[in-house]
């Protein structure tokens, strides 16, 4: 009886969690896979079926949809070697005993950008890639190189690059942060009997943070690449994807069918595409990872 008891208290506690979750998460998720199956436009009540021609519609073409994969790709494995990889190196970095004096000045540099709106830092470094009064020309050109004067956001081979850089000035001290905190969770003592053993810097890094992270890198890599699955702001407001199609991603692809297309239905199966990958990515993330019971 007490059991019975225990689990209807369980229960009732879990209820607004779960009906929170239907209300706001399922039933929008269920609702765009509905409507990603009919052609529709966002002011007219009329409705017609499809099947998955949306999906098809976005598929047949070929060069677009490629350099959009292509793009999502590209952001997802800069930022896993940036963002999660150097992220763990700084903290590591910032736990050795000769940086316990600064560490609290670098930790908050590092992580003040993540802190600003990617709106914000989008326009400033739009401002700062301007190939007439920005900032990073003329440093080039103050070196000593007259004449350099690249088109950044201009130039399709550059412009999902320079995106690319933005994401991960700005991320790359929150993933620090969560490395750090992974850190301090491991036992001092084993570093200082690694070190009695004669063990260098890389070594006790190499066998003993990095096993003992595998929770904390599980994290920050799953953060990472659903991140730049999901990617939009800073596209969006630095190039809209352009110039052509040639920096556009996932989000911006599905926010262009949306917004100024009016098709409704290409933009559902947009969306749905994101949560399948995203999906797919972490459940792979943690079926290879052996780990995440933490």
Partial sequence: MKVYRDKR?????????????????????????????????????????????????????????????RNNFFYAVVSTIFQAGLGLVFAACLEEKFMRGTQPFFRTVLFIPSLIAMTVIAMLWQFMYDPNIGMINQAIQALGFKDFNAQWLGDSNLSIWCCIIVSQWQYIGYCMMLDLVGIQKIDGELFEAA???????????????????????????????LGSVKVFTEVYVMTAGGPGRSSEVLATAMYRAAFKNDEMGVACAYAIMIFVLTFICAALQLKLSHTGEE
């Fill in 9 to 69: 208290i369980i229960i009732l506690y879990l209820f607004p969690a779960i009906a929170l979750m239907a209300l706001f998460v399922y039933y929008p998720l269920v609702q765009s896979i509905v409507f990603s199956l009919f052609k529709w436009a966002s002011f007219s009540p009329e409705k017609q079926w499809v099947g998955f021609y949306n999906y098809h519609l976005i598929v047949s073409d070929t060069a677009t949809f490629f350099t959009i994969l």
């Fill in 195 to 225: 070190t009695i053993d004669g063990a260098t810097r890389p070594q006790v890094f190499r066998y003993i943070t990095l096993p003992l992270m595998k929770e904390s890198i599980l994290v920050t890599t799953v953060v990472t690449i």
